[in-house]
């Protein structure tokens, strides 16, 4: 590990201030800043701890339904929550327990790996990332592998969820990282059926549309019927091939389904 600066600021006010300093970087859980900058993949010359500020824990619900998910929370804590199952049984399953107890889900959304698990959860469910300066729709937030609508220094405080009345995360869990091959969320909600897709696409997580469209009328695995996922774009490495991922996406949407029916 080389040199550097640590503040741990207690609230997102100061946060925002020493995160203005020139090659200052947030570090929330640090499961996966930490490895980097031990890798010298990264060398900020100052890290900002959010762990000290209290404001982004914690789980709640707003007028609306919605659950409120302070950005610092961490991965065990919406693993317990019993308001949305499907979200829980999502943060169950995210690496072990180590990474769960000091993951959050700020810190995910914020790095948007191509194999996080949260981001397909928010694409399903219309999530809305909620950050120091402003809110911004899932739809909007993940623009690419690793890349999102943040900008420089804006921290995730909250993330908001519908809660769906039906819902599943099934994945396909690579054996050595325990990052999904492949992850698929469904969420069938008042507004119709949420179809998220982590893991297998070069342009990071997606909605598979045409899935939504045929689960919308008739919310089971039936309803997918011959319809089957394009392997155009999708990732291909010594782990699968594009085409093994998109015969994963069917068969995941399809468990999904009948798991949360
Ligand atoms: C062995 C292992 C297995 C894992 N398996 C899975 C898995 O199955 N599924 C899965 O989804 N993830 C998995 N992860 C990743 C894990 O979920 C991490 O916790 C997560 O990716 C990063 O969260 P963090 O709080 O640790 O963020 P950090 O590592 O501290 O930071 C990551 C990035 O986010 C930024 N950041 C952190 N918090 C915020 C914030 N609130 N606002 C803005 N920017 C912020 C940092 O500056 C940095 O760029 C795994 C990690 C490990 C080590």
């Known amino acids: 590990m080389y ?16 995160l203005k300093d ?9 499961q996966t800043l930490i490895p980097t ?5 990264a060398m900020p010359g100052k890290l900002v701890s959010l762990t000290g500020i209290d404001a982004i824990k914690g789980i709640s619900k707003d007028d609306a339904g919605r659950l409120c998910i302070g950005g610092g929370t961490v991965h065990r804590a ?9 979200l829980a049984g999502l943060a169950a399953r995210i690496g072990d327990p180590a990474v769960r107890n000091r993951g959050t889900i ?24 909620v950050t120091d300066r402003r809110e911004i729709a899932a739809d909007d937030f993940f623009q690419g592998m690793f890349t999102t609508a943040l900008e420089e220094g804006e921290i995730v405080t909250e993330v908001k969820l519908p809660i769906p009345e039906k819902s599943n995360y099934q994945k396909f869990a690579q054996p050595a990282s325990r990052f999904p091959l492949v992850g698929v969320f469904v969420a069938k909600g008042a507004d119709g059926v949420g179809v998220g897709v982590t893991g297998a696409s070069e342009g990071g997580v997606f909605r598979w549309r045409e899935a939504e469209e045929a689960l919308s ?31 994963l996406i069917k068969v995941l949407t399809g468990r999904a389904v009948s798991a949360a029916a």
């Open 3 to 18: 040199a550097f600066e640590m503040e741990r600021p207690t609230t997102v006010d100061e946060a925002v201030a020493a």
């Open 22 to 30: 020139e090659d200052a970087q947030a570090l929330g859980g640090g």
């Open 37 to 41: 900058l031990k890798a010298r993949l």
């Open 78 to 86: 919406i693993a317990e929550q019993g308001d949305f199952p499907g």
């Open 106 to 129: 700020g810190g995910s959304v914020a790095n948007n790996d191509p194999s996080a698990c949260y981001p397909a959860a928010l694409l399903a469910t219309g999530a809305t990332i």
């Open 217 to 247: 009328g008739n919310f089971s695995a039936d309803a997918l019927g011959d319809l089957a996922a394009s392997a155009d774009g999708l990732i291909g490495d010594m782990h699968g091939s594009a085409a093994y991922r998109a015969h």
